[in-house]
C-alpha cells in the first residue's frame, strides 16, 4: 500500500504550520553519477569472491574455508544487485515536504526517521538542474569527502552527505517554493532612526559631552 506525501507529512506539521508542497524521490530502479566507478568495481570485486568461494565448494576445501568465503560472497551480490533494490525500496518509503517554516524530510523504512530544517537557520541552498526538470535541492553545502551512504547500510553505495530533495520532475518549481518560504519566514527588521522615531522617551536622552566641551566649562 502506497502512502500519500501529505499523509506521511501531515503528522510532523506543527500548530499553525502551513504546508506549501509534498513530494517524493523518483521510484523504481536507477543508476546514479557514482554508479560509473561502483559498477565496474563490484563486478570485479564481486566476481572474484564468487569464482573464489564456488572454487572452495567444488573444490573440497574445509568447512571453515568454505563458511569463511560467504559474508564477501553476500556483500558482493549486494554491491553487483542488492543495493539497486535496498536504494528503491528506502526512496519508496521517503518523502519530502516544504512548510512555512520548515524543510522536512520523512523516512519511513526500518522506523520512522524525520529530518527537520528550519528555514531561517539554513546557511546555502543550491539547485541541480537537469534538462528534463528533475534535479536535486542540497541543503547546506556537502564536504568535499568521497562518495559515501545515504541512509544505505554499507559504505560506498550513495552519493550525498548534505539533506537533500532528489525530485523527478519539477525541481526549479520546488526551489522557488522554498525560497519564497525563506523570504517569508524572515523576520521583518527595523531601522535604527524608525526605533528612534517611534520611541516617544529617545528625545529625553542626554548627550554626552565630549572631552573639550567639559574642559571648556572647567575654566
Given at each position: 500500500?502506497?502512502?500519500q506525501p ?8 506543527d ?19 557514482s554508479d560509473?566507478?561502483?559498477i565496474?568495481f563490484?563486478?570485479?570485486?564481486g566476481g572474484?569472491?564468487?569464482?573464489w568461494e564456488?572454487g572452495?565448494?567444488?573444490g573440497?576445501a574445509p568447512?571453515?574455508?568454505k563458511l569463511?568465503?560467504?559474508p ?9 544487485v542488492?543495493?539497486f ?13 516544504v512548510t ?16 527537520s530544517?528550519n528555514l531561517n537557520?539554513?546557511?546555502d ?8 526538470g ?6 547546506g ?5 568521497p562518495?559515501r ?20 520532475s ?15 519566514s ?14 516617544p ?6 548627550r554626552?559631552?565630549s572631552?573639550d ?7
Open positions: 500500500m502506497w502512502v501529505d499523509d506521511a507529512i501531515e503528522a510532523e506539521l500548530p499553525g504550520e502551513r504546508l506549501l508542497w509534498a513530494g517524493q524521490p523518483p521510484r523504481g530502479l536507477m543508476l546514479r553519477s560509473a566507478f561502483l565496474p563490484s563486478l570485479l570485486w572474484f569472491v564468487i569464482f564456488t572452495a565448494v567444488l573440497g568447512l571453515s574455508m569463511w568465503g560467504v564477501f560472497v553476500i556483500v558482493g551480490l549486494y554491491v553487483i542488492g543495493r533494490f535496498v536504494d528503491a525500496y528506502q526512496r519508496a518509503r521517503t518523502f519530502y515536504a512555512s517554516e520548515r524543510a522536512i524530510i520523512v523516512s519511513t523504512y526500518f522506523g520512522q526517521r524525520v529530518t530544517l537557520l539554513l546557511p541552498v543550491s539547485l541541480t538542474e537537469r534538462r528534463d528533475a534535479g536535486t535541492i542540497t541543503f553545502t556537502p564536504p568535499p569527502s562518495p551512504t545515504a541512509g544505505n547500510s554499507l559504505p560506498a553505495t550513495g552519493q550525498y552527505t548534505a539533506p537533500v530533495f532528489e525530485l523527478p519539477d525541481a526549479r518549481a520546488v526551489y522557488e517554493i522554498i525560497r519564497a518560504a525563506q523570504r517569508d524572515k523576520p521583518a527588521l527595523r531601522t535604527d532612526r524608525n526605533t528612534t522615531d517611534s520611541d522617551h529617545s528625545q529625553d536622552i542626554q554626552w559631552p572631552p566641551e567639559r574642559f571648556r566649562s572647567v575654566k
